[in-house]
């Protein structure tokens, strides 16, 4: 795609002056992915000053190799602003995440932050009011592997398909140890939070790679080959005593 690392490059620096705005900021959780490690690059100088808690093996190995003061997401009860990818972004800002594995922690993470950055290139955002580009990737109990995947497929919603890992024989694993099964959309995801709570119910599903906008998006950060917008769910309001934006 023409301009694809340019813009997740103006993304990055955009996120970064929105995370200058904030006050008070003590504690930041990051996400998986190359655009958060593209984030990190353009933002370190601004982000050695806090405490951040990774999402992920990989990203935590990362922000040590440059030095960042990193601990375990086991280790905190709150984080002030949560900065990630997406896979996919509706008009409505109702996300699709997980495409890396780790979006049992990531999730994780969103619940635990007083507000949720996300930054994406233009590739990401679909254009449209619902989802329906990308599998959404769920986390699921190995046990359960058959019973669950004929669950989803019985809901008429999805075509389930389990994810192999790269470089070995088998079901990809989790930092979690379960699998990841990719969920093929046979119709548009208009009701995205819906859908979230419908897999929910089923047997063996730990969570899903859907993040509704209503409960887990504050602002969304899309990259373009020349310049980056910043969309916001609702009016950035001062939070825990920040700075109103």
């Known amino acids: 795609m023409i301009g694809v690392e340019e813009a997740k490059e ?52 990362y922000t040590k190799s440059r030095g960042l003061n990193t601990i375990d997401m086991y280790s905190v009860d709150s984080v ?14 109702d996300l699709v995440k997980g495409r890396g594995g780790a979006l049992l922690r990531e999730k994780t993470l969103a619940y635990l932050s007083s507000y949720r950055l996300y ?40 075509e389930p398909v389990i994810r192999t890992s790269i470089g070995k024989d088998g079901p990809l694993i989790t930092d979690n140890n379960n699998y990841i099964l990719d969920l093929k959309p046979l119709k548009p995801i208009e009701d995205p939070l819906n859908t979230h709570k419908l897999l929910k119910l089923i047997h063996g599903v730990v969570e899903t790679g859907i993040f509704p906008a209503v409960e887990l998006v504050d602002t969304v950060v899309v990259g373009y ?17 920040w700075g109103a934006l």
């Open 10 to 61: 103006n993304a990055a620096r955009e996120a970064c002056r929105v995370l200058g705005d904030f006050r008070e900021v003590k504690v930041i959780g990051l996400g998986t992915g190359s655009t958060v490690k593209k984030f990190i690059d353009v933002c370190i100088d601004k982000i050695k000053q806090y405490l951040i808690v990774s999402s992920s093996i990989d990203t935590t190995l």
């Open 80 to 93: 002030d602003v949560y900065i990630d990818g997406a896979d996919e972004v509706s008009n409505k800002l």
């Open 119 to 158: 930054i994406v290139d233009y590739t990401k955002f679909n254009g449209r009011d619902y989802l329906y580009l990308k599998p959404i990737p769920v986390e699921i109990t190995p046990s359960t592997l058959q019973y669950t995947m004929r669950a989803i497929k019985n809901t008429g919603l999805f």
């Open 225 to 241: 080959p020349d310049k980056a917008i910043v969309y916001n769910r609702k009016p950035r309001l001062s939070r825990r005593g």
